[in-house]
């Protein structure tokens, strides 16, 4: 008789997870402005310029799992740039729930870079330092990751692998696509729908509980990368001047793992406003 279940760190991995992700989210925030900043009549190479971002979301999730936890959060961020390769990024994050509410702090440096003539194919590195305030052993404070843009017309196509150091380490690689479909542009405001679809994956281990006969058990551990959720984000944004302001619905769709069933789709509201200034 064959028994799957997760060691006791992997629900506080889904939790580090978390953090990445919100994270995550206020880098793409910074790269996306990154390069599609056109319209700002800057040039870009000889430019010093900080974008500063609030992002919103009225339920939070954990690798698309919510764990029974009703609540909602906010991400604030400051970032620099350096021309169109250097940039550094510091954000927060806010939790209604959990305690402390102020999760943690993130400082981010990265260099991206066009691999291409034509600038439509990028690659970008990140080092984060991440400063929880839940001092629990296995939250992994440092990460390293990289990821490949391709920029086609309408297209983006995005992978990323990143991996986690200095508490019970893991590593984990998105992919994801989307759209723009423009649906008004003056000289002043352009408005779009920009539909993605994201898949993340991730390293667990998993202990196997492995019984032959009545008094024989034993224990094996062993390392599984599997996809662990599947978000399609829904969202509209406004480009005004330096001001941009997105509204998007996002729906998880998490995958069940060895230990888990019954795993619901779960959808909610998210909401950002960012400024882009020159220095």
Do not use: H
């Not at 339920?59 to 698309?64: N, T, Y």
């Not at 799992?65 to 400051?78: E, H, Y």
């Not at 052993?137 to 990821?147: C, D, G, T």
């Amino acid at each position: 008789m064959k028994k799957f279940f997760f060691v006791g760190f992997f629900f506080s991995y889904l939790y580090v997870f978390s953090q990445t992700e919100e994270e995550e989210a206020i880098l793409d925030s910074v790269l996306d402005e990154f390069f599609s900043s056109d319209s700002l009549l800057v040039d870009l190479p000889k430019t010093n310029y900080l974008y500063t971002n609030f992002s919103f979301d009225e339920s939070v999730f954990f690798a698309g799992r919510d764990f029974d936890i009703n609540q909602f959060g906010f991400t604030p961020s400051i970032s620099y740039m350096r021309g169109q390769n250097f940039f550094v990024s510091l954000g927060s994050a806010y939790f209604s729930e959990l305690d402390p509410k102020w999760d943690f702090v993130s400082i981010s440096s990265g260099y991206s870079l066009f691999l291409d003539q034509n600038e439509k194919l990028s690659l970008t590195g990140i080092y984060s330092r991440i400063f929880f305030a839940d001092n629990t052993a296995e939250l992994n404070p440092n990460r390293l990751s990289a990821s490949l843009a391709l920029y086609k017309n309408s297209l983006r196509l995005r992978g990323s692998a990143g991996y986690l150091f200095g508490g019970s380490t893991a590593f984990y690689t998105t992919l994801s696509c989307s759209y723009e479909i423009s649906i008004f542009e003056n000289d002043r405001r352009e408005m779009s729908f920009n539909p993605q679809l994201s898949f993340l994956m991730s390293e667990q281990t998993i202990s196997e509980q492995i019984a032959s006969g009545f008094f024989n058990t034993q224990i094996m551990e062993r390392e599984v990368f599997d996809l662990i959720n599947t978000q399609t984000s829904l969202p509209i944004q406004l480009d005004s001047g330096n001001w941009d302001f997105q509204l998007s619905y996002n729906i998880n769709l998490p995958k069940a793992l060895a230990n888990e069933s019954n795993l619901n789709p779960t959808g909610y509201f998210s909401f950002s406003i960012g400024y882009f200034s020159t220095l």
